[in-house]
């Protein structure tokens, strides 16, 4: 007997019809264990009687096998007005009136169609894709779930029976609604896949979706950027675009992750997927303060380090190559606050459990031959972008100066380019070969941020090469840096007073170069 006041529903009956058969036959078995009368369609049904557990054919109920190729099996009041019927006076009556069987528990998931657009692409028929019974019998139980329990994802199966155990058959209301809820949301996502594959293709250029939908995760963040705020994360249900998808990463120990500690991996696995040889990203506020290459990682970390040892007090360090036992001893007395690596060498795991602070994620830097996205929030706004994947050419690089780069330094003025443009605006970089010595960001003027990138290279400047997120509006930005030492500059150029920022280069021997194009990050 089951009852809308919010006492626990004992299930007698099951219905069991899914796609994914992963877990299936060991929940049949567990529920026939527990006294539930099982009934499934199809190739459920044939699953779970191959693992030799007794259960009725859905069609004995219905009279329907499979109409039309399959598309019409469980569309079948025999079947919905089990689920949906209320368990109440009236309602038993008229189920018995109809000849009807109640069902307690619905177990149902869809055919895939994310998966199948992805693995067909091209397809035409898309809509063949498309779950239509699967569906209507999730939302039938999550609708009644005042009587009902829906279960729509495998990884809900083992909590289920032992609730089941625990509460002598019974599942509580408080499980109930969380299922129901959790149907509703598997079904929004099903449609909204859908409504973008099968809608209006967009107009030739236009890279973004009408409507967005985001689903909160169960990932738990400590804090958002200070601890008396509370954040939580979000994925996008239907990516719109390939690169849209979020990124998988694994917190291998430490604390759980705040907002802040999402942003600075971010940040520094972007910069050491510039770089195709060993590189290190040290990153603090989600602003770089240190960045190398180097022919080893180890190398690549201690140069880095070294850019700015006062920033690097509690900072976040990513690098692109699997880290070793070595690679870490290059931070011995650097005290890290996160460690991030596309894999940890098993060597570096009694180290690691040597220095208890500090958070370990392993994840993959970000393919800068795909396309990738970002977004931020403003006035109550979703705002989205692509990320800036644009490369130098070498019709972007002009020289405006008599005075020309070395291949050194021309290599120099590259690196320094990748790196500003993952500083926050203004922003100034000053690089030695392979490895910045100065970083200046988040400045209101630009010539504060050559000012404060010049004084922590200190005499590193001279001879570092240059780079700038944008114009300079005003001479007195290459004057800091020419008293300085530095040897080239490279920046978008574009400002009505560039020939005396011309000028002043010219004053210092600095080899100066425009690309036409800024990288502003704010």
């Not at 942003?263 to 190398?292: M, N, Q, R, W, Y």
């Not at 008293?483 to 007073?497: C, E, F, Y």
Request: some cysteine.
């Amino acid at each position: 007997m089951a009852s809308e006041d919010g006492a626990p529903v004992r299930v007698e009956r099951a219905l069991l019809s899914v796609d994914d058969k992963t877990g299936i036959a060991e929940l049949a078995r567990d529920l026939v264990e527990l006294r539930v009368e099982l009934w499934a369609t199809g190739g459920t049904r044939r699953s779970i009687a191959e693992a030799g557990v007794a259960v009725g054919a859905a069609e004995d109920l219905t009279g329907v096998s499979a109409w039309f190729g399959g598309r019409v099996k469980t569309l079948h009041p025999a079947l919905l007005g089990g689920i949906l019927a209320p368990r109440t006076e009236d309602g038993f009556r008229e189920m018995r009136e109809r000849g009807l069987r109640p069902f307690d528990l619905v177990v149902v998931n869809f055919y895939p169609f994310e998966r199948h657009l992805a693995e067909h692409p091209d397809a035409t028929d898309r809509e063949e894709f498309v779950d239509i019974g699967g569906v209507t019998l999730a939302r039938a139980g999550a609708k009644n779930h005042a009587w009902v329990t829906v279960v729509t994802d495998p990884v809900d199966y083992a909590p289920l029976v032992t609730e089941l155990r625990t509460n002598g058959g019974a599942v509580s209301a408080g499980t109930r609604r969380r299922l129901a809820g959790k149907a509703f949301a598997r079904t929004t996502a099903y449609d909204a896949a859908i409504a973008h594959a099968l809608g209006p293709p967009r107009a030739e250029g236009d890279l973004f979706p009408d409507e967005v939908t985001f689903r909160r995760e169960p990932l738990k963040l400590r804090y958002g950027e200070n601890p008396h705020q509370r954040a939580a994360t979000y994925r996008m249900i239907t990516p719109f675009a390939a690169g849209a998808e979020p990124r998988p990463f694994t917190v291998l120990k430490g604390d759980a992750l705040s907002y802040t500690n999402l942003l600075d991996v971010d940040t520094a696995v972007a910069i050491v997927a510039e770089f195709p040889v060993p590189s290190a990203a040290v990153v603090k506020h989600a602003t770089p303060c240190g960045v190398a290459s180097g022919t080893t990682l180890r190398e690549a970390i201690e140069r880095a380090i070294a850019t700015d040892p006062i920033a690097r007090y509690g900072c976040a360090i990513a690098v692109n190559r699997p880290l070793g036992a070595d690679d870490l001893a290059a931070l011995k007395g650097v005290f890290v606050d996160l460690l991030v690596a596309p894999e940890f060498d098993p060597a570096t795991r009694e180290p690691l459990e040597h220095r208890p602070k500090v958070k370990v994620v392993q994840t993959d830097p970000p393919a800068l031959t795909s396309p990738g996205w970002e977004a931020k929030s403003a006035l109550g706004r979703l705002l989205l972008q692509e990320q800036d994947r644009r490369e130098l050419v070498p019709g972007d690089f002009r020289c405006v100066t008599t005075k020309t780069a070395t291949p050194e330094s021309a290599c120099a003025l590259d690196f320094a380019w990748r790196v500003v443009r993952h500083a926050k605006s203004n922003a100034i970089v000053l690089a030695q070969g392979a490895r910045t010595v100065g970083i200046g960001t988040g400045q209101p003027t630009r010539v504060k941020a050559v000012e404060l990138a010049c004084e922590v290279a200190g005499e590193r400047a001279r001879g570092a090469v240059l780079a700038s997120d944008a114009f300079f509006p005003f001479p007195d930005g290459i004057e800091v840096a020419g008293r300085a030492g530095v040897s080239a500059v490279i920046q978008p150029g574009g400002s009505l007073r560039d020939p005396e920022v011309i000028a002043a280069a010219e004053r210092f021997g600095i080899a100066m170069y425009f690309t036409g194009w800024r990288v502003f990050r704010h």
